[in-house]
């Protein structure tokens, strides 16, 4: 009796026990599910509080705000002018990418998000939203350049 007992119980958490179905995803997967485009950007001040200060909304050619940024796994990727292509560009630019940093760094070729390459700092990167920082000088001060992309 008692090893029967014994067996009911190991058999009961054993079967109650379920492994966690909710597997984290990678971020290669998250930036790679679909193709990006172009949400929010400007200047953020360096004082840390990474909010735009300084909306580039206004600024941007309307022919850029269609443009789909698509993040292949082998680490290549294309630049897509959409529907309204800006004049004298072509329909489709290339880049290379990586993490670094422990991906917490996104290193892009010239001219991949908002037309600048280099290394920029993920602040957010879920299903639905990319959020890049680049740190720069902006009129003579530092300042922080806010792209945010979304699908």
């Known amino acids: 009796m008692k090893y029967t007992l014994f067996l009911l119980v ?8 379920k492994k966690d179905s909710h597997s984290s995803t990678s971020k290669t997967d998250e930036i790679t599910s679909a193709d990006w485009k172009y949400d929010n950007g400007g200047i953020g001040d360096a004082n840390g509080n990474i909010i ?10 309307t022919c850029s705000l269609d443009n789909t940024i698509h993040f292949s796994s082998n ?7 959409g529907a309204n292509v800006c004049s004298g560009a072509p329909a489709t630019t290339s880049f290379t990418w990586n993490f670094s940093s422990n991906e917490t760094i996104l290193n ?4 991949a998000v908002a037309g600048i390459g280099g290394s920029f700092k993920i602040k957010t990167l879920s299903s639905t939203q990319l959020s ?3 740190d720069t000088t902006y009129m003579g001060s530092s300042a922080t350049v806010i792209v945010d992309l979304k699908h």
Do not use: D, H, R
């Open 52 to 61: 735009i200060n300084f909306s580039t909304i206004g600024t941007i050619p």
């Open 108 to 111: 892009l070729s010239a001219g």
């Open 132 to 134: 890049l920082l680049k």
């Open 75 to 81: 680490g290549t990727g294309s630049v897509s002018e």
């Open 10 to 17: 190991l058999f009961f958490f054993a079967t109650s026990c």
